[in-house]
């Protein structure tokens, strides 16, 4: 079973998109690149992730921010449900299905990279990456109210990807990427609803995927 100590998770969590500098190196060796497009890449030094001929995609996971659900019932409007433990579930079993999905579309893209299942025997190195969302806030979640109930509200919410990559052999980590997405706030009431913020969701991981294979495609090209 994956787990992400909460130590870590902290480091990443309030460091990513604030005015804090992260740290040139991390507790585990890994040194902090330049990138425009991601809060925070680490990579081990003079790594070449070329030179792994398959990938292993792990199942994504998806984590709320802490008393997500607490606030979100201690707030709650006229006319609308509780956010049960059910309720987080199913979010969070639909964002990872599309957060799956839209990884294994950016690797299977011709031309396409070689994917392997997890502690699949391989003749080529093959390189473990496991994407995780944390820190999933959903303004107004889309829930199974009684009678008609709309929502209006200037933004979505906000997510984080938490990426690692490890050596498939050998289990050492190789790089990590921590990037927060946050919906515009444009001051404009917006409807908010279940197609609207999977809409957002999916601009996000499009973008996360995006830059995944765009960096697989320059190390390859080295």
């Known amino acids: 079973m994956r787990t992400l100590s909460l130590a870590l998770l902290c480091t990443f969590v309030f460091t990513a998109g ?38 292993s995609l792990r199942p994504c996971t998806v984590a709320f921010r ?43 893209k011709e031309p396409a990279y070689r994917i392997v299942a997890e502690g699949e025997q391989s003749d080529v190195r093959v390189l473990d990456v496991r994407p995780s969302i944390i820190d ?5 979640p889309d829930l199974n109210d009684v009678g008609m109930v709309t929502t209006y509200t200037t933004d ?38 279940r197609a609207t913020n999977m809409h957002d969701a999916n601009m996000y991981l499009r973008s996360w995927t995006n830059d995944l294979r765009e960096g697989l495609d320059k190390a390859r090209a080295l």
């Open 66 to 108: 802490d008393n997500w659900q607490r606030n979100q019932n201690s707030n709650i409007s006229a006319g609308r449900a509780r956010v049960t433990d059910e309720d987080m579930d199913v979010i969070k079993g639909r964002l990872a299905e599309a957060c799956d999905k839209y990884f294994r579309q950016a690797l299977e």
């Open 136 to 140: 999933l806030d959903v303004t107004a």
């Open 18 to 55: 604030c005015a804090t500098p992260p740290p040139p190196v991390s507790h585990d060796g890994l040194h902090l690149i330049d990138n425009r497009d991601l809060d925070q890449v680490y990579l081990k030094p003079e790594i070449d992730l070329g030179a792994y001929g398959a990938i």
């Open 156 to 193: 979505s919410g906000e997510m984080t990807l938490f990426l690692e990559a490890y050596d498939g052999a050998t289990g050492e980590i190789l790089a990590r990427v921590v990037d927060r997405k946050r919906d515009r706030d444009d001051m404009y009431l917006e409807w908010t609803n």
